[in-house]
């Protein structure tokens, strides 16, 4: 499956802003596209819930991994999680 790191860009990290753009624009593909933290060891969530995407706790710095069958997902999202999302 397709995956990407992504550093988290925001300076309040993946809190409810970032989190509902992030989530917005992964409710715009058809494919399952899930945001973990720690690698392959961290717990995956859905992309297209913000609250979820709060959950993980990513502060800036935080590399999040991106998995999803579909390579322009991972690619639109992974760059949404590297901006700076807060303004």
Do not use: C, Y
Not at 44 to 58: F, H, N, P, R, W
């Amino acid at each position: 499956m397709p995956s990407k790191v992504a550093v988290v860009g925001s300076r309040i990290g993946l809190h409810a802003r970032p989190a509902a753009v992030i989530a917005s624009a992964a409710s715009e593909f058809e494919d399952e596209i899930t945001l973990s933290v720690g690698g392959a060891d961290g717990h995956g969530v859905d992309a297209t819930s913000s609250l979820l995407i709060m959950t993980l706790g990513a502060e800036l710095g935080v590399e999040v991994t991106v998995e999803s069958e579909n390579r322009d997902a991972v690619d639109q999202i992974a760059a949404l999680i590297e901006q700076d999302l807060d303004g």
